[in-house]
């Protein structure tokens, strides 16, 4: 009973001393083992694919012709909006729609990727026979291993071609010449696709220019006439821009301005 005694007195005396080894017990091995076992990994039911992607030596001059025409399609592939623009109507159509918006005064209505979407639609519809052209004498007879590549490249480069060549003045492709001091060429099938890109892209930039010229003519009348009525009746301090806004929108309404827009686009890539 003594003994007991002793205990229990020593159990009181020393307990906070107890509760805090307690404590420090399980902070340090109880718990962390609980939490580690909990959140144990465990095998996946569904097997994730590893794809390794590396460098090494080429073992022969194949290997090494491979790499280069793999590399030499990422390239076009990074290129092709650009492609796309170059070599195509997109770039007549695109500035004479922005040519359409800021004669209006709308700024950004429409906004850029509703002129873009439509340009695109437009290329694609105006572009149609040459897409049509390149698919059945280039990319079919390719795909089916009727041809070699560099056969489908020539032929789908002919449309193309005979496209620019339709839109591209003589003076911007002599213009090119004159630059690169190279000898005239005979005939057009003699003028390498490197110098006809941007003698087109020239070509249809003036073109744009002129269609976006007439356009503006119209809106600046109005602006004019808002601004002589404002001036006559005293009203100095009111912008005319904010006046002739809803009277230039109102007439591009009732003229249907947008389908005279995407007709004049058309006849000027197919002249009657």
């Known amino acids: 009973m003594t003994l007991a005694k002793t205990l229990l007195a020593v159990l009181k005396r020393h307990a906070p001393f107890f509760l805090c080894a307690v404590v420090a017990v399980l902070t340090l091995w109880v718990i962390p083992a609980i939490a580690t076992a909990q959140t144990a990994p465990t095998a996946p039911t569904i097997p994730i694919p590893q794809v390794n992607i590396g460098v090494g030596q080429a073992k022969n001059p194949q290997q090494v012709v491979a790499a280069l025409q793999i590399l030499l399609l990422l390239t076009v592939l990074t290129l092709a909006p650009t492609l796309l623009v170059m070599v195509t109507s997109f770039t007549r159509i ?27 639609l437009l290329t694609f519809f105006i572009m149609n026979p040459v897409i049509q052209d ?28 005979a496209f620019m060549f339709k839109q591209t003045r003589e003076k911007d492709i002599q213009l090119f010449y ?95």
């Open 94 to 120: 695109i500035v004479v729609l922005s040519f359409v918006r800021q004669a209006i005064g709308t700024q950004q209505v429409p906004p850029n990727q509703v002129l873009v979407g439509l340009a695109l």
């Open 134 to 161: 390149v698919n059945k004498n280039a990319l079919q007879p390719y795909l089916h291993n009727k041809i070699s590549q560099s056969v489908a490249l020539d032929r789908a480069a002919k449309p193309l071609r």
């Open 178 to 272: 004159s630059i690169s001091k190279t000898p005239r060429p005979v005939a057009q099938k003699d003028v390498p696709t490197y110098l006809l890109i941007p003698a087109f892209v020239l070509s249809e930039l003036k073109t744009a220019f002129e269609i976006g010229f007439a356009i503006y003519i119209p809106f600046i009348v109005i602006d004019m006439v808002v601004a002589s009525i404002l001036l006559s009746m005293g009203m100095m301090m009111i912008p005319p821009v904010i006046i002739s806004l809803p009277f230039k929108i109102l007439i591009f309404i009732l003229v249907d301005g947008w389908d005279l827009t995407v007709s004049a686009l058309f006849q000027s890539f197919h002249p009657r």
